[in-house]
């Protein structure tokens, strides 16, 4: 796939594949990848895919987390 096209272009970081990842699976960590690129299409429903589940993934290890502390 060919990397999403900048929001502001001159202005974007430098596109990492790797990191827009990260950025796009982890909610509460900001790399600056997810709001400096505009992705399309395909790209677009699996930036989603990777949002949703990031959230799933927090609210588990969040659900775990707690849990395991409810029982010390």
Same mark, same amino acid.
């Given at each position: 796939?060919?990397?999403?096209?900048?929001?502001?272009?001159?202005? *974007?970081?430098?596109?990492?594949?790797?990191?827009?990842?990260?950025?796009?699976?982890?909610? %509460? %960590?900001? +790399?600056?990848?997810?709001?400096? +690129?505009?992705?399309?299409?395909?790209?677009?429903?699996?930036?989603?895919?990777?949002?949703? &589940?990031?959230?799933?993934? *927090?609210?588990?290890? &969040?659900?775990?987390?707690?849990?395991?502390?409810?029982?010390?």
């Amino acid at each position: 796939m060919a990397e999403p096209p900048p929001l502001k272009p001159g202005e *974007a970081p430098g596109f990492n594949s790797f990191v827009y990842s990260l950025d796009l699976l982890l909610p %509460i %960590i900001d +790399f600056g990848q997810e709001k400096a +690129f505009n992705p399309g299409g395909g790209t677009q429903w699996l930036a989603y895919g990777l949002i949703a &589940a990031g959230w799933v993934l *927090a609210t588990t290890i &969040a659900a775990g987390l707690t849990r395991t502390l409810r029982r010390a």
